[in-house]
């Protein structure tokens, strides 16, 4: 099964660098530098995970970008990856949908840390897809995602035994 990420960044190189490492990890990749590229790939395609920063050249933000891919595909995994992070920051991307943010790493061994752990967070998205969900749109305007997941009917989901719920010690607001 492919894996589909969008990488949102309004630094060129930084979506290269991404881009390429993505692509080396076998992952299909598209690059959005603003805001109304972001809207118009989410609108074409249902990815396993977006990548943005929080912060890019006005008036795009990175938290309009992660409204456009949860309203779009809730499935999809949304990742903030920012220099600019502050807890109220991050509380605010959580709250509006981001599984996690990230600082963007200073030094050289943040980035491997991070090229590590980046690749499994998005298998993990991409086994989590509701059963029918196509990966990607079809580019001639077949079925969305969404009305694939509607039209699965009864009994086509999987039989769920448990569900947990699990908060920090600070409970769900923290």
């Known amino acids: 099964m492919k894996e589909y990420v ?4 309004d630094e060129q190189s930084l979506r290269q660098v991404l881009e390429l490492f993505f ?7 598209d690059t959005a530098s603003s805001l109304a590229g972001a809207e118009a790939a989410i609108a074409a395609n249902a990815y396993d995970l977006v990548l943005t920063d929080l912060r890019m050249a006005l008036p795009d933000d990175g938290l309009k970008v992660l409204r456009a891919a949860v309203q779009k595909n809730p499935w999809t995994q949304v990742i903030v990856l920012t220099a600019y992070a502050t807890v109220e920051t991050a509380k605010e991307a959580i709250r509006y949908g981001a599984v996690e943010v990230l ?4 030094e050289p061994e943040g980035w491997g840390g991070l090229a590590r752990s980046l690749p499994d ?9 509701p059963p029918g969900h196509p990966a990607r ?6 079925e969305s995602a969404a009305s694939a997941v509607a039209t699965l009917g009864a009994g086509s989901a ?3 035994r448990y569900v947990a719920v699990g908060a920090s ?3 769900p607001s923290a």
């Open 6 to 9: 969008l990488v949102v960044d």
């Open 23 to 29: 692509k080396k990890e076998g992952f299909e990749v």
């Open 103 to 106: 600082a963007k790493p200073e």
């Open 121 to 129: 967070v998005i298998r993990g998205s991409a086994q989590a897809r």
């Open 137 to 142: 749109r079809a580019p001639d305007g077949a």
């Open 158 to 160: 999987p039989d769920v």
């Open 169 to 171: 010690t600070g409970g």
